[in-house]
């Protein structure tokens, strides 16, 4: 398998009985098995089981929640960011979707939908990319829409529409993202939950918790307790 850091992309697809229904080439050669040894068998015949428990519980609460979950999760030589959205026939949750990237801050927040910080402006305006730049340079910060739109001699709501219109997401939406992608990498680190909360931004660790919940579906706890 490649490093971490590169642009490995694993997918996948398995049932509520966590057999595989499908994958990919690069996850079939990760795995070491021929796609028909993979395919209708289930997770536990392939991974440690430490490694299995933890799949298994993020593909039951995608599917039991029904709703689309980013999380941190071993591997056999780094860990994963990955995104599991749930597949529905008839309106009943009947397999889960897997796509898995090597563990890293820009990977997390691609899984996050944060759109490309780095990456050419795409705005004609001066004071909107300006603002792109600062959001993304003191997400930690205590930034407020009204403080920015008073710098640029515009009104709040005016530069919340211009900028969601500009790069696809709210002001307020691209901040608490930034903090959880930076909060993800932090915990799994080893931070204190309470003090990654703070330096973060967040008021406290409730307010990360909350968070969390809302973009991930899952607590900063969880990624803690994951090896």
């Known amino acids: 398998m490649r490093e971490p850091g590169t642009t490995l992309r694993e997918t996948w697809i398995k049932d509520r009985a966590f057999c595989f229904l499908a994958a990919c080439d690069d996850f079939v050669r990760g795995v070491g098995v021929s796609t028909s040894e993979l395919i209708g068998h289930a997770d536990d015949r392939f991974f440690p089981a430490r490694m299995v428990s933890f799949y298994r519980k993020d593909d039951t609460r995608a599917a039991l929640l029904g709703r689309r979950l980013v999380v941190y999760e071993p591997g056999v030589k780094f860990p994963w960011v990955t995104t599991k959205t749930p597949i529905r026939h008839h309106g009943r949750v009947v397999a889960v979707r897997g796509v898995a990237l090597a563990w890293s801050l820009p990977n997390i927040r691609e899984c996050l939908g944060v759109p490309g910080l780095d990456g050419p ?8 990319d300006d603002a792109r730049g600062r959001i993304e340079g003191d997400f930690r910060e205590r930034l407020v829409i009204h403080d920015l739109a008073g710098e640029y001699g515009l009104r709040a709501d005016s530069v919340g529409r211009a900028f969601k219109r500009a ?21 799994a680190e080893g931070g204190d939950l309470s003090a990654v909360a703070i330096s973060a ?22 990624i803690a307790r994951r090896p």
């Open 201 to 222: 931004g967040f008021a406290d660790q409730s307010h990360m918790t909350r968070a969390f919940q809302q973009e991930l579906g899952i607590s900063p706890g969880e």
């Open 167 to 187: 790069f696809g997401i709210g002001i307020p939406t691209l901040i608490r993202r930034l903090r959880v992608s930076w909060c993800m990498m932090e915990i």
């Open 121 to 128: 402006a795409r705005s004609k305006s001066g004071w909107l």
